[in-house]
């Protein structure tokens, strides 16, 4: 019963071997070479401290065009396998995906009105 | 090549409250996106309200339908229908508790604008304005949509569908408190980060579940606890993961630590549909797995259970004691009725199951009606949830005073209060499914919260009110029918509950 697992364990050999692999393989061939922005805490993206008076303000621009990225691809994601297998759903199937387009697109609906595509 | 596929038989009849639900709250959406700004909030009461309404009516033709739908994923039967019912009224309560503004002249508990820095000159101004994030009343139907969902749901990973739902827009609602906004979006940060860990173990627990039963049926499970020779380690690990995650969501110790944080920091009405509709929901879903999938099982599960219901039912009541606010003393105080429901899931009978209910729904209406009650006892800056600022409130506003005691009464079980029909369910049930022990710490715990919802009492009306303590608002018809329904409940189901109990009785039957 439990052999159905080595498969399993045999992966998570691999896939810790591979991270340690990689972290010591960095340590030792990688270049060191400090500068201000190496000693942030993320190299890139927002600075966390110190914050301006009131807790300041940042652009969350790029949140907003990756929240609706995932909106749309999960869409997609969904479309793929009814496209394979419509001819086997037959009207049922368009019924339900039309549905399901209609409601992502409610979620469109709101982003676009609410001024959510412009980016300024 | 795909194999072939066949599209599920799906009985629009028996799923009709929950489209009804889900179709408002996309409705709630398209209203924000194209209603003028001025209408929306007005728009979106009788729309929530209207659709809610429209489900309980859906709910009632519906009573009789026992059945599996949309392949054996769905089962409407008695408890989801019950359970469905009374998230339903309850939902109607608190979308009425949302909409409320007559309080201090501004726009609601909710707050007038998201995107604000919280304390920044632009956020003081739309504090007193009568501005609202009307986006809270989809939010909610999307939450409650999820909640009939969940006890609904009898295969595992529609239920992991169903908890998020139900969970995701109540990360963010707890965030949208109008004042001392920084407590609140730390309550929504903390609810966030928890609810997902606890999301994590549900899920792992289904695969492990998966793993055992090879389908995440509840009913196949069951069929595959009956096999002798399959991998009990596998459905042992399963189990208690899934546990971990349903645990959670009702606020069973050891996974209570956000409920006082999160009902303290949340803007009350929304802390009202988590303390009622929510444990309401998450016990369905509790019952379903236990009573369903592992019900063959009980004898392994129930010393799990049982430690967790006596832990539940001694560090509620025990913390509450020393609770200086008031919000956090109903926190500790709902911990502590969970454990007293556990009593009634850990009975596996027709009289646990049916006890169950029949506590859920007491309990959902009084905790309805108390938080409402917060919400009128105001001060300069808001709601006034420290206990000393309620002292004396007995000699300035005997009314709500006397309302407010008499609902902790029914929390502590008095008789002639729904809260005692509840109790002696529960532990009668108990008692006869074997639980002895734990109907004694079960009746030492109530007289513990028995002894500080009597403190808050004496203080309210034994104590001389404080020169510059706060005053209570006088509610508009939409608090007060909150407070007068859940009133009206609690006294009719302590008085006269044979009806409400014979009809957790007809609905105390799973379908597999």
């Known amino acids: ?66 929240m609706l990225f995932i909106v749309f691809d999960i869409e997609i994601i969904f479309l793929y396998p009814w496209a394979v297998a419509f001819s086997q759903l037959k009207l049922f199937g368009l019924v339900e995906m039309a549905l399901f387009i209609g409601t992502v697109f409610i979620a469109y609906a709101y982003v676009w009105r609410r001024g959510g595509l412009e980016w300024d | 090549m795909p194999t072939d596929i066949q599209a599920p038989e799906i009985l629009y009849g028996p799923l009709s409250p929950m489209l009804i639900v889900f ?25 929530a309200v209207g659709g809610l309404l429209a489900a309980l009516v859906a709910i009632i033709v519906q009573r009789g339908a026992r059945t599996l739908t949309a392949g054996d994923a769905i089962a409407v039967d008695g408890p989801t229908l019950f359970i469905q019912g009374v998230l339903v009224v309850l939902g109607v309560l608190s979308i009425l508790l949302l909409a409320e503004r007559g309080l201090d002249g501004s726009g609601g508990a909710v707050v007038a604008r998201a995107s604000t820095t919280p304390g920044s000159r632009e956020d003081m101004r739309l504090a007193d304005s009568d501005a609202m994030q009307s986006e809270v009343f989809p939010l909610a139907m999307f939450s409650l949509g999820g909640m009939m969902l969940f006890p609904a749901s009898n295969n595992l990973l529609l239920m992991f569908v169903a908890l998020e739902t139900l969970s995701f827009p109540l990360y963010l609602m707890a965030g949208l408190a109008r004042r001392r906004r920084l407590l609140s979006q730390e309550a929504a940060v903390k609810y966030f980060l928890l609810g997902a860990f606890a999301s994590a173990f549900f899920i792992y627990g289904v695969a492990l579940l998966y793993g055992y039963a090879g389908s995440v049926d509840a009913g196949k499970i069951f069929d595959a606890t009956g096999d002798v020779g399959s991998n009990d380690v596998l459905l ?21 630590a956000w409920t006082p944080d999160v009902y303290q920091g949340s803007p009350t009405p929304v802390t009202a549909l988590m303390a009622a509709c929510t444990k309401i929901a998450a016990f369905g879903a509790v019952l379903r797995v236990f ?75 009084t905790t309805m009606a108390a938080f409402a009650i917060v919400t009128l006892v105001r001060d300069s800056s808001g709601e006034a949830t420290h206990l000393a600022q309620w002292t004396g409130l007995g000699r300035r506003s005997p009314l709500v005073a006397g309302v407010f005691a008499f609902l902790l009464f029914a929390f502590a079980g008095i008789p002639l209060t729904s809260g005692f029909m509840a109790k002696f369910a529960v532990f009668q049930a108990g008692t006869a499914g074997g639980a002895g022990v734990l109907v004694v710490v079960g009746v030492v715990a109530s007289a513990v919260t028995a002894f500080f919802y009597a403190r808050v009492v004496v203080l309210m009306f034994f104590n001389e009110p404080a020169a510059d303590g706060p005053t209570v608002a006088i509610p508009s018809a939409l608090t007060a029918t909150t407070i007068a329904l859940g009133l009206a409940v609690t006294i009719v189901l302590g008085v006269y509950p044979q009806p409400m109990l014979d009809l957790a009785d007809q609905a105390a039957l799973f379908i597999r």
């Open chain 2, 23 to 47: 179709a408002a709250a996309c409705i709630g959406v398209l209203v924000e996106a194209l209603a003028p700004a001025a209408r929306r909030r007005g728009i979106q009461v009788v729309l």
């Open chain 2, 291 to 365: 009573y369903v999938a592992v019900g063959r099982d009980q004898w392994d599960w129930r010393p799990m259970m049982w430690a967790i219901a006596i832990l539940t039912m001694v560090v509620g009541a025990i913390l509450a004691v020393t609770q200086t606010d008031v919000k956090r003393m109903l926190a500790y105080s709902s911990v502590a009725h969970t454990g007293f429901i556990l009593i009634g899931v850990i009975a596996v009978s027709k009289a646990g199951l049916s006890g169950t209910l029949f506590y859920l729904a007491t309990y959902g209406f």
């Open chain 1, 1 to 66: 019963m439990l052999n159905n697992y080595v498969p399993i364990l045999v992966l998570f050999v691999l896939a810790f071997g591979f991270a340690g692999f990689s972290v010591g393989a960095a340590t030792f061939t990688g270049p060191r070479r400090y500068n201000r922005a190496k000693y942030d805490a993320y190299e890139c993206g927002i600075e966390p401290t110190p914050q301006p008076m009131g807790g300041g303000r940042f652009p969350v621009k790029f949140y907003l065009t990756a």
């Open chain 2, 236 to 256: 042992y690990l399963g189990l208690a993961m899934l546990a971990v995650g349903l645990l959670f969501k009702i606020g069973a110790v050891p996974f209570q």
